[in-house]
Every structure is written in C-alpha cells, then in structure tokens.
C-alpha cells in the first residue's frame, strides 16, 4: 500500500515533525554507465559551461568508468525533494519515521507526552 493508517499500541514518549532529506539511488551496471554518458556527452551542458568543456567532463567521467572492472557496482544517487516525516520516539533505542503528508492523529492521555 502507498498509504495506510499507522498504528502503534503503545504509547510514545515524543511526536515530532521534521523536513526529511532523502535520496534516490539507482544501481547499474558498467556498461549501461558508459551508455549513459555516451548519450549525455550528445546534451547540451546543464551548467553555464561550453560544450567543448562539457565534452572534457563528460570524457574524463567515461574513462573513470571504463578503467574499472566488469563486476564493480555503480549507483547513482541523487536528492529528491524534501518532505515531512514525523519522528515517533519511545525511548532513546527505539523509534521511527512515518510520512507526515498526510493527517497525523494522536490519542495519548499521557500528559508528558511531546508533541512539536
């Protein structure tokens, strides 16, 4: 499920909200590296750079790729956007983060509870 309604018998010591920075990361392999950047050096540069430059970046990066072995893992990560999560504490080992895009309902009638 994409979204579903969290629930947690017991009973936090802190609810939090928080902007979560996070990453995607995608795997591949050699030589769809090298096909990526074979197709990227065709672009026009997405700096303020020329493309004769952009060509030289582009080179330097298929030849750091090309003197690594067939079996060497590749990723690419890069940010995402930003997004709310809330921090769910019970104690300081256990804890988690849920998305807090959507609605977030508390029913805790512990008075030291810490919402923020």
Do not use: C
């Not at 017991?10 to 995607?24: D, L």
């Not at 050699?30 to 540069?45: C, D, F, G, P, V």
């Not at 080992?93 to 512990?110: E, K, M, Q, T």
């Amino acid at each position: 499920f994409y979204r579903r309604i969290h629930y947690e018998g017991n009973s936090p010591s802190s609810v939090r909200f928080t902007w979560m920075k996070k990453h995607s990361t995608k795997s591949l392999s050699r030589k769809l590296a090298l096909t990526m950047l074979e197709r990227s050096s065709a672009y026009s540069n997405p700096r303020m750079i020329d493309q004769t430059q952009w060509q030289r970046l582009v080179e330097q990066e298929k030849a750091k790729v090309a003197s690594l072995s067939h079996n060497e893992k590749l990723r690419i990560r890069r940010p995402i956007r930003v997004t709310p999560e809330v921090n769910v504490r019970f104690s300081d080992a256990r804890r988690y983060h849920v998305s807090g895009a959507l609605p977030f309902i508390v029913f805790d009638d512990n008075p030291d509870l810490k919402l923020g």
